[in-house]
């Protein structure tokens, strides 16, 4: 029913700026939040950031806060996560997914639809 495709990722020097996007279609009427998860090389799939897709309030991992902001635009349907002062422990494929249930989790059991995901590379 939802549709997600994240695009934007590629290679960036440490303390350099990205930004990935996440496309959303189907029934967007249905998401309650739309998070970013990361999977980094041989290590399991992590919580990034979250927003209410009604009300725009944010969710961050204290790995990432202060550097990376998460957005939505509703009449583009698309999720964006820009990510400042890049480190090379950033490098990870990077999800986007939707949940359906009113109530924030950084578990990704907890969301419903994901994206193909794209890859993040940080050189040092």
């Known amino acids: 029913q939802v549709q997600l495709v994240a695009s934007g990722g590629g290679l960036v020097q440490a303390g350099g700026s990205l930004r990935v996007s996440c496309a959303v279609s189907g029934r967007t009427y249905s998401i309650a939040f739309m998070g970013w998860f990361r999977q980094p090389p041989g290590k399991d799939r992590e919580f990034v950031a979250a927003?209410?897709?009604?009300?725009?309030?944010?969710n961050y991992a204290d790995s990432v806060k202060g550097r990376f902001t998460i957005s939505r635009d509703n009449a583009k349907n698309t999720v964006y996560l820009q990510m400042n002062s890049l480190k090379p422990e950033d490098t990870a494929a990077y999800y986007c997914?939707?949940?359906?249930?009113?109530?924030?989790?950084?578990?990704?059991?907890?969301?419903?639809?994901w994206g193909q995901g794209t890859q993040v590379t940080v050189s040092s």
């Open positions: 997914a939707a949940r359906y249930t009113a109530r924030m989790t950084s578990l990704s059991s907890g969301y419903d639809y």
């Open positions: 927003i209410n897709w009604s009300f725009g309030s944010t």
